[in-house]
């Protein structure tokens, strides 16, 4: 497992003039310390590359004087991940249901565009008899990187608003397993604040006005060593909901740095918070017909689970 919480290293460049008709594969190892020129076209293939602000994707790019290059290493693996049929658990012309792995990123990021789940999606949806015909997706939620589990997409103009509408109403039931610290308040509570990010420290607090309504529900599903296994149903999708509000009840998920989570239990190390999207319901926005997914805990949570269950 990658830790989730290693910072990336930003590289921010200016050529000078003894650099300029240089390529873009030759400059980057020379003023970057233990930067190997294969590594270098590893992360610009990716996209991790930005000369003046546009990703680039030709190793070869000549650079001129004054030239702005900036280099993203996000530290996860630089092979691009691809969809298997294993990670798809529904689809039919409109929808595509994916049960996401951890540490993948739902969208393009500075340190990458290539193996991102948006980027995957491309690939997997590309008609091979119409190489030229984009794909049609319809990013309709997010799971953070850390975060694994069930996310859904439409992927027909037809099911887009529909969909985008279904999770603004709360129409879309969604369950969360979660590890956090300690015992929650109760065995079975509610927790309703106002949630609004702070630019200080870059969290997700709660705030006695201009926040947005966020409600989490929860049951504790199994007590564990100075733990628990919660159950989560989230009435509305607000970024870091649960991170937060887990948080707030003295709770943090078990890895998650950024809310104040522990990182390790009894010599265990946490390398992320562990969180899964484990269940999730809605009608069909064009059938009505009723759907229901679930997928089990990935393997670090189900080790972690059992390394806790103390008897």
Same mark, same amino acid.
């Given at each position: 497992?990658?830790?989730?919480?290693?910072?990336?290293?930003?590289?921010? $460049?200016? &050529?000078? *003039?003894?650099?300029?008709?240089? !390529?873009?594969? %030759? #400059?980057?190892? %020379?003023?970057?310390?233990?930067?190997? /020129?294969?590594?270098?076209?590893?992360?610009?293939?990716?996209?991790?590359?930005?000369?003046?602000?546009?990703?680039? !994707?030709?190793?070869? !790019?000549?650079?001129?004087?004054?030239?702005?290059?900036? $280099?993203?290493?996000?530290?996860?693996?630089?092979?691009?991940?691809?969809?298997? *049929? @294993?990670d798809?658990?529904?689809?039919d012309?409109?929808?595509?249901?994916i049960?996401? *792995?951890?540490?993948?990123?739902t969208?393009?990021?500075?340190?990458?565009?290539?193996?991102?789940?948006?980027?995957?999606?491309?690939?997997?949806?590309?008609?091979? #008899?119409?190489?030229?015909? +984009?794909p =049609?997706?319809?990013?309709?939620q997010?799971?953070?990187?850390?975060?694994? @589990?069930?996310?859904?997409?439409s992927?027909?103009?037809?099911?887009?608003?529909?969909?985008?509408?279904?999770?603004?109403?709360?129409?879309?039931?969604?369950?969360?397993?979660?590890?956090?610290?300690?015992?929650?308040?109760?065995?079975?509570?509610?927790?309703?604040?106002?949630?609004?990010?702070? !630019? /200080?420290?870059?969290?997700?607090?709660?705030?006695i006005?201009?926040? +947005?309504?966020?409600?989490?529900?929860?049951? =504790?599903?199994?007590p564990?060593?100075?733990?628990?296994?919660?159950? &989560?149903?989230?009435?509305t999708?607000?970024s870091?909901?649960?991170?937060?509000?887990?948080?707030?009840? @003295?709770c943090?998920?078990?890895?998650? +740095?950024?809310?104040?989570? &522990?990182?390790?239990l009894?010599?265990?190390?946490?390398?992320?918070?562990?969180?899964?999207? %484990?269940?999730? /319901?809605?009608?069909?926005?064009?059938?009505?017909?009723?759907?229901?997914?679930? &997928?089990?805990?990935?393997e670090?949570? %189900?080790q972690?689970?059992?390394?806790?269950?103390?008897?």
């Amino acid at each position: 497992m990658i830790n989730a919480f290693k910072k990336w290293d930003i590289h921010r $460049l200016r &050529v000078d *003039p003894t650099h300029a008709g240089m !390529r873009l594969d %030759q #400059f980057l190892p %020379q003023v970057v310390n233990d930067l190997s /020129r294969t590594l270098v076209r590893k992360v610009i293939d990716i996209g991790g590359v930005h000369v003046n602000g546009q990703r680039m !994707r030709a190793a070869s !790019r000549e650079l001129k004087a004054a030239d702005q290059v900036e $280099l993203y290493l996000d530290h996860l693996p630089l092979q691009p991940w691809r969809i298997s *049929p @294993g990670d798809v658990v529904f689809q039919d012309k409109y929808l595509l249901v994916i049960n996401k *792995p951890a540490m993948i990123e739902t969208q393009p990021t500075h340190a990458r565009y290539k193996g991102t789940l948006y980027e995957a999606l491309q690939v997997y949806l590309q008609d091979p #008899f119409r190489p030229h015909q +984009k794909p =049609v997706i319809g990013m309709i939620q997010r799971l953070d990187r850390s975060t694994s @589990g069930l996310i859904v997409f439409s992927i027909h103009q037809q099911a887009h608003k529909k969909m985008t509408d279904m999770f603004k109403t709360s129409a879309v039931d969604k369950t969360y397993q979660a590890l956090v610290s300690g015992r929650p308040p109760l065995v079975v509570g509610e927790i309703r604040s106002l949630l609004a990010r702070s !630019r /200080r420290d870059n969290r997700v607090h709660t705030v006695i006005a201009g926040g +947005k309504l966020a409600i989490t529900r929860y049951r =504790v599903e199994l007590p564990l060593y100075e733990s628990s296994l919660v159950e &989560v149903q989230i009435l509305t999708g607000r970024s870091h909901q649960i991170r937060a509000h887990m948080a707030e009840s @003295g709770c943090p998920l078990l890895g998650d +740095k950024r809310y104040g989570g &522990v990182m390790s239990l009894d010599g265990r190390v946490f390398e992320r918070p562990l969180l899964h999207a %484990q269940r999730i /319901r809605f009608l069909h926005p064009l059938t009505a017909q009723q759907l229901d997914f679930s &997928v089990p805990m990935p393997e670090d949570m %189900q080790q972690i689970r059992q390394f806790l269950t103390k008897e």
